[in-house]
């Protein structure tokens, strides 16, 4: 196994330092605790290109504490992320830049998570193919407690040393892993964890959870794991019980994680095996019935009646949220599912213009202006119902919907799964 000595060199040329600055201005994101922002950076960029290289050189660069951020799940509870302050991020993604291929190359072929062409759609095509190509029909769907939180830093620095013998190297990855955490003006120490939200940290929880993968790989067990979503495939409940059974001694006796017992099941092709927002099924793959709601919601809140605003605007609005759907779940068969969802985003629409009218009688004036017959029926602009009539669809036809730039997700190719294999 090939070791590498001297790497803090390359970290902190200026070449590099700058590169990773580009990919953090990139990403953009939030200040840390000192309030800089990646534009205030950039406008003092030369200047603090040569801090950071003169500081990385002397070995005097000293990470920030995280400014600690609580985000709140779709499911419920709470996610705890740690915002470094844009120093530390451009020096953690010259690490990375740095790191990463000597790592990279070293991971478990079914490892997918924040690794270079490597996707989910990628994982979920492997994942099927397991189930429905190669007949390992039983999974075991393990569920990590914080992982990201209570990664070991023992553990972690070792894995790290095993490939990197440059101290100044393992030293700064140790600051960092170190430095602390501000919530509300109070500094809480690091023990334990690599923040969420840090630049460096999803290569660390793939160096970390690449010795759980060796550790299947090496007893035969297939795996497919994108960062802490860990599959385990076996050709029976029996055997899958068993795998079940060693992966967690492995978590917890050897790299003192915690699995969820409680979210951790067995189970089948037959069943649906929930991965990613999708759900793999004998020769079938779907959405997840969560995300469908969830992309409901995020629908319904662009789409108030109440908004006021020019369907234009509404529309403007709303692609990118549409866009961002199906672009990530187009490799599903769901031709069915995205007629549906597109009349019903239609309909919303349709609502909008329908208060937006208040009283039956704006409606018929512009019947009259689009020389649309009509009974003169009275008729109640306020009623959900009444956004699916005919004549309603007459004057609001899906072909108007199309010139104000609505994107028709149903025009979009679906189940592109085998794109991926």
């Not at 020096?91 to 924040?114: C, L, M, R, W």
């Not at 190509?133 to 830093?153: A, I, N, Q, R």
């Amino acid at each position: 196994m090939r070791k590498w000595y001297s790497l803090i060199d390359k970290i902190y040329r200026k070449e590099n330092l700058e590169l990773a600055f580009k990919y953090v201005k990139k990403n953009n994101g939030a200040p840390g605790i000192d309030g800089e922002t990646v534009f205030n950076f950039h406008l003092n960029l030369e200047l603090n290109i040569e801090f950071l290289h003169d500081k990385l050189k002397t070995n005097g660069y000293e990470p920030s504490p995280v400014r600690r951020v609580e985000i709140q799940k779709p499911d419920g509870g709470v996610r705890l992320l740690g915002i470094p302050t844009v120093k530390d991020r451009v020096v953690q993604q010259a690490i990375v830049n740095i790191i990463e291929p000597i790592f990279d190359k070293t991971f478990h072929p079914s490892s997918y998570g924040y690794r270079p062409n490597h996707s989910q759609h990628g994982a979920v095509a492997k994942a099927e193919r397991f189930m429905n190509k190669y007949g390992l029909e039983h999974v075991v769907d393990m569920d990590l407690s914080k992982c990201f939180d209570t990664l070991d830093h023992e553990i972690m620095m070792k894995a790290v040393s095993e490939r990197i013998s440059d101290g100044r190297v393992l030293k700064l990855i140790e600051k960092f892993l170190k430095a602390g955490v501000m919530h509300s003006d109070n500094f809480s120490r690091t023990e334990v964890g690599s923040p969420q939200g840090g630049v460096i940290s999803p290569l660390l929880s793939n160096i970390y959870l690449n010795q759980f993968d060796q550790r299947m790989m090496s007893k035969g067990i297939r795996i497919v794991r994108f960062a802490d979503d860990i599959l385990i495939f076996a050709k029976d409940k029996k055997t899958a019980g068993n795998y079940k059974a060693y992966a967690t001694q492995v978590l917890e006796n050897e790299l003192k994680l915690k699995v969820n017992n409680e979210k951790t099941k067995l189970t089948n092709v037959n069943e649906g095996v929930e991965f990613l927002g999708f759900v793999i099924k004998d020769k079938w793959l779907g959405v997840n019935p969560k995300r469908i709601e969830r992309f409901k919601d995020k629908v319904r809140s662009k789409t108030k009646r109440n908004a006021g605003r020019k369907l234009e605007d509404i529309i403007k609005d709303l692609n990118p949220v549409i866009r961002g759907w199906i672009n990530y779940y187009r490799i599903a068969n769901i031709k069915k599912l995205v007629e549906k969802l597109m009349g019903w985003i239609r309909r919303r629409l349709r609502m909008i213009k329908l208060k937006q009218w208040k009283t039956y009688k704006a409606m018929h004036k512009d019947m009259r202006k689009e020389g649309i017959k009509g009974n003169g029926e009275k008729m109640a602009v306020t009623k959900w119902k009444n956004s699916n009539v005919h004549i309603v669809h007459m004057l609001l036809p899906n072909k108007l919907f199309e010139e104000l730039g609505l994107i028709d997700i149903a025009k979009y190719d679906v189940g592109l799964l085998s794109n991926y294999y």
